[in-house]
């Protein structure tokens, strides 16, 4: 296997025992995955917002946030590499990092089968390829057993309020919920991956219904009932960590999908 990341940069295995390295992550799934790959030893700083698993994060140091990390504090750490995702991180910022931190693994997983690839690549890299394979196993099994899609229906997916932003139909959360027969609205007059969007009837015509996201706003029962009465339509509070953190969440993430129907 070819260790190559997202943007075609080649990277070396390492050896845990002659070579321990020093990681920094900007990705918060992707700070869960290190960890239940067993490398949070390995891992010298983290975001804020990674969470996840709570045990084996409040030991690493924190560095800020996906979009606004304190770059001094990266460098006192002295890490040896840096996982980074090109929706969550900002490229200036990964470019003023990748001038001291030697190894930079950028990420851009858009459908829940590319997990598979980005377990076994940091399988590979940090050789822990047998615990990346029991992963890939977990995640087969959950997707074999994923309910066949009976009707499709078309959701309005929404990420944020004030002002009312979704996601378009190439985004991971779009590819994880057409797995049971999900599409998304998405705007045709804007090429953004998030784009902003009106309620406007060219909008509510053409949905069956609404899904919240728990993040990154933290929709609530009262969003969901305000919503239904304006709208006239079904609305349901979704887990975005489920449906949007790739990594080793996707495997219940996958669960998750079937009790959504």
Excluded at 200 to 209: F, P, Q, S
């Amino acid at each position: 296997m070819e260790l190559i990341d997202a943007i075609g940069t080649h990277h070396a295995v390492i050896s845990l025992k002659s070579d321990p390295p020093r990681i920094v992550s900007l990705v918060p799934s992707l700070t869960e995955l290190l960890c239940d790959l067993g490398l949070a030893r390995y891992m010298v700083g983290r975001t804020g917002f990674c969470i996840h698993p709570e045990n084996s994060v409040k030991a690493i140091a924190k560095i800020g946030g996906t979009k606004d990390v304190n770059i001094e504090k990266i460098r006192r750490l002295a890490p040896t590499h840096l996982i980074v995702n090109m929706d969550e991180n900002e490229k200036p910022t990964v470019d003023i990092l990748s001038q001291f931190i030697p190894n930079v693994i950028v990420t851009h997983p858009l459908e829940s089968r590319d997990n598979l690839t980005l377990y076994r690549l940091f399988g590979a890299i940090f050789d822990v390829d047998a615990r990346a394979e029991q992963l890939c196993m977990q995640f087969d099994q959950a997707y074999r057993e994923l309910i066949p899609v009976v009707t499709t229906k078309t959701m309005l997916y929404c990420i944020w309020k004030d002002p009312w932003m979704t996601i378009s139909s190439e985004t991971y959360i779009a590819n994880m919920l057409g797995l049971i027969g999900w599409k998304t609205w998405t705007s045709t007059t804007s090429a953004d991956r998030y784009p902003v969007f009106e309620w406007d009837d060219n909008v509510v015509r053409k949905i069956d219904g609404v899904l919240l996201s728990s993040e990154p706003y933290r929709f609530t029962e009262s969003h969901v009932d305000a919503l239904e009465k304006q709208l006239g339509l079904p609305v349901q509070l979704v887990d975005g960590e489920m449906l949007s953190w790739y990594g080793s969440r996707a495997i219940a993430g996958l669960q998750y999908l079937n009790t959504l129907r």
